[in-house]
């Protein structure tokens, strides 16, 4: 046909026979293959049509047939491509949005309004009359405990509405939002490869080509997807779950950059605009529930960790654990904002103590709850918190430590720290009083001790830090004697006698 299409003006009456018949033939052949593969595109529309399947057994097979119309004949080609188009964007998006509408049915109890850091116990529970029976089914919304679970998932299944509803089960959005969005990529990549493989003709433009049916097919589509997604977004009060969602679409980027499929990127950059915003809207809720406690009044009523500080550090431990291998600048700079905050009302609740040895210890055993919580994750990414912490812990910890020995011990100390300020008499008086008194100190430092702190491994860890810094004062103040040359005329009381006692206090705590 080439021949006689390059040489249809040479006077051949031979060519001028055969043209007309071969042109008659082209016009035969194109219409069959139109109407072979316009009937197998209607049966992609048939219920439970499997559409990779056909694909492969019937379109890629009969590959060479869509090539012949794409060269001989535009139109035939052109109205194939367009009932291809129309037929699987009614499947996808038909599909996708029953999909889209049975997973929200599937949907756990999620965090409310009131689920932030610095709202008391009574306004989440709602009151006397509040919902009881909601909060027996609601997910820690601070703590990320095996809701992590869902990024390492290496299993491709995702979740099966008939199953899940003949199981009663129910499951947190990021769950969910990973199913929605892992079948999608997985049916969009197949598509797109589908697409450049069957639809493309000229290597040069078969990117372009491949793009813009798939947008063509995709575009609706991916508006449910959007919509899936936008419809929780815009009355979540749920942190962890935004940031899960986050991390889940990072991953599902990544592999759609895996397998060379770049047709999504409008779409998970969409999701990501979605997502991030809400996100740092909760932070800021979460901040500003911290600041309005801050100008609350008779916030403390004992010594023991307050409330807002196991789900500060079930909070920022599970912030920190989603931001691994990530380093968020945003959420990096939400943590240190929220950390500062919280410092602020710690602070503020301890000064409503009068008495100096409680806001210490209240200061104490705080910290200690936000360091148990961190440690308990398990994971280095808390490591520069944990240090944080622990230096606030240990400056505290000090300071209780003088304010338990100063009043049994506060002459020594005052000796031991300036010297040159005692003399011999004091020293003398200072001796004699520590001889008589040390073993009934050590047992009211030890009562005192139980007194601040129920737990038992930071009791014990205070306890521990109380005796040792008597040891020392103690020996710098027989060192003092020695220098002053009354140490063996005093006799005092050795410290080996007073390390003895001591040890039967740290193993009985």
Same mark, same amino acid.
């Given at each position: 046909?080439?021949?006689?299409?390059?040489?249809?003006?040479?006077?051949?009456?031979?060519?001028?026979?055969?043209?007309?018949?071969?042109?008659?033939?082209?016009?035969?052949?194109?219409?069959?293959?139109?109407?072979?593969?316009?009937?197998?595109?209607?049966?992609?529309?048939?219920?439970?049509?499997?559409?990779?399947?056909?694909?492969?057994?019937?379109?890629?097979?009969?590959?060479?047939?869509?090539?012949?119309?794409?060269?001989?004949?535009?139109?035939?080609?052109?109205?194939?491509?367009?009932?291809?188009?129309?037929?699987?964007?009614?499947?996808?998006?038909?599909?996708?949005?029953?999909?889209?509408?049975?997973?929200?049915?599937?949907?756990?109890?999620?965090?409310?309004?009131?689920?932030?850091?610095?709202?008391?116990?009574?306004?989440?529970?709602?009151?006397?009359?509040?919902?009881?029976?909601?909060?027996?089914?609601?997910?820690?919304?601070?703590?990320?405990?095996?809701?992590?679970?869902?990024?390492?998932?290496?299993?491709?299944?995702?979740?099966?509405?008939?199953?899940?509803?003949?199981?009663?089960?129910?499951?947190?959005?990021?769950?969910?939002?990973?199913?929605?969005?892992?079948?999608?990529?997985?049916?969009?990549?197949?598509?797109?490869?589908?697409?450049?493989?069957?639809?493309?003709?000229?290597?040069?433009?078969?990117?372009?080509?491949?793009?813009?049916?798939?947008?063509?097919?995709?575009?609706?589509?991916?508006?449910?997807?959007?919509?899936?997604?936008?419809?929780?977004?815009?009355?979540?009060?749920?942190?962890?779950?935004?940031?899960?969602?986050?991390?889940?679409?990072?991953?599902?980027?990544?592999?759609?950059?895996?397998?060379?499929?770049?047709?999504?990127?409008?779409?998970?950059?969409?999701?990501?605009?979605?997502?991030?915003?809400?996100?740092?809207?909760?932070?800021?809720?979460?901040?500003?529930?911290?600041?309005?406690?801050?100008?609350?009044?008779?916030?403390?009523?004992? =010594?023991?960790?307050?409330? +807002?500080? #196991?789900?500060?550090? &079930? $909070?920022? /431990?599970? !912030?920190?654990?989603?931001?691994?291998?990530?380093?968020?600048? =945003?959420?990096?700079?939400? +943590?240190? #904002?929220?950390?500062? &905050? $919280?410092? /602020?009302? !710690?602070?503020?609740?301890?000064?409503?103590?009068?008495?100096?040895?409680?806001?210490?210890?209240?200061?104490?055993?705080?910290?200690?709850?936000?360091?148990?919580?961190?440690?308990?994750?398990?994971?280095?990414?808390?490591?520069?918190?944990?240090?944080?912490?622990?230096?606030?812990?240990?400056?505290?910890?000090?300071?209780?430590?003088?304010?338990?020995?100063?009043?049994?011990?506060?002459?020594?100390?005052?000796?031991?720290?300036?010297?040159?300020?005692?003399?011999?008499?004091?020293?003398?008086?200072?001796?004699?009083?520590?001889?008589?008194?040390?073993?009934?100190?050590?047992?009211?430092?030890?009562?005192?001790?139980?007194?601040?702190?129920?737990?038992?491994?930071?009791?014990?860890?205070?306890?521990?830090?109380?005796?040792?810094?008597?040891?020392?004062?103690?020996?710098?103040?027989?060192?003092?004697?020695?220098?002053?040359?009354?140490?063996?005329?005093?006799?005092?009381?050795?410290?080996?006698?007073?390390?003895?006692?001591?040890?039967?206090?740290?193993?009985?705590?």
């Amino acid at each position: 046909m080439r021949f006689i299409k390059a040489n249809q003006h040479r006077p051949i009456k031979a060519l001028q026979n055969v043209g007309p018949e071969l042109e008659k033939l082209r016009l035969k052949a194109a219409s069959t293959i139109r109407d072979f593969f316009l009937s197998r595109i209607q049966l992609l529309c048939v219920p439970n049509a499997n559409i990779q399947i056909m694909q492969q057994s019937v379109f890629l097979k009969y590959k060479n047939l869509h090539s012949f119309v794409m060269e001989r004949h535009h139109d035939a080609a052109t109205e194939i491509r367009q009932t291809y188009i129309n037929a699987l964007r009614w499947y996808f998006h038909n599909h996708f949005e029953r999909y889209s509408k049975g997973l929200i049915k599937l949907q756990t109890v999620s965090a409310e309004k009131s689920d932030l850091i610095g709202i008391e116990e009574s306004a989440r529970k709602g009151g006397i009359f509040g919902g009881a029976k909601v909060a027996l089914n609601k997910t820690n919304v601070f703590a990320l405990g095996d809701r992590s679970d869902t990024l390492r998932i290496q299993d491709p299944g995702v979740i099966l509405i008939h199953v899940a509803e003949a199981k009663e089960q129910k499951y947190q959005f990021e769950q969910l939002f990973r199913s929605f969005n892992l079948t999608l990529i997985d049916n969009a990549s197949s598509e797109y490869l589908f697409i450049h493989e069957f639809f493309s003709r000229d290597p040069k433009s078969a990117a372009d080509t491949t793009k813009t049916i798939f947008q063509s097919i995709f575009e609706s589509t991916e508006k449910v997807g959007i919509q899936f997604t936008k419809t929780y977004v815009e009355n979540c009060y749920d942190a962890v779950g935004i940031l899960l969602c986050i991390r889940i679409n990072t991953q599902l980027a990544l592999e759609l950059q895996r397998r060379r499929v770049p047709a999504l990127e409008g779409y998970t950059n969409a999701t990501n605009m979605l997502l991030w915003p809400r996100f740092q809207h909760i932070i800021s809720l979460h901040i500003d529930s911290l600041k309005k406690m801050f100008h609350s009044k008779s916030l403390v009523k004992d =010594i023991h960790p307050h409330y +807002i500080t #196991r789900r500060y550090a &079930e $909070f920022a /431990a599970s !912030l920190l654990v989603l931001n691994d291998g990530y380093d968020d600048a =945003i959420l990096s700079n939400s +943590i240190h #904002r929220l950390r500062d &905050e $919280f410092e /602020a009302v !710690l602070s503020r609740m301890s000064n409503e103590l009068t008495d100096s040895p409680k806001r210490i210890a209240f200061l104490v055993n705080n910290y200690d709850l936000i360091l148990s919580v961190l440690q308990e994750t398990h994971s280095h990414a808390v490591e520069n918190e944990v240090n944080y912490f622990k230096q606030l812990h240990s400056l505290q910890k000090n300071a209780f430590v003088d304010e338990q020995l100063k009043p049994y011990f506060g002459p020594m100390i005052q000796c031991v720290q300036k010297p040159e300020n005692c003399s011999i008499p004091d020293l003398e008086r200072i001796s004699s009083h520590f001889a008589q008194t040390w073993r009934q100190s050590l047992k009211s430092i030890n009562a005192s001790v139980i007194q601040y702190f129920s737990n038992f491994k930071n009791g014990t860890s205070v306890l521990h830090a109380v005796l040792a810094q008597l040891i020392v004062y103690y020996t710098k103040f027989l060192d003092i004697l020695e220098k002053r040359n009354i140490l063996a005329r005093l006799h005092p009381v050795g410290v080996q006698t007073v390390m003895v006692e001591i040890k039967k206090f740290r193993s009985t705590f």
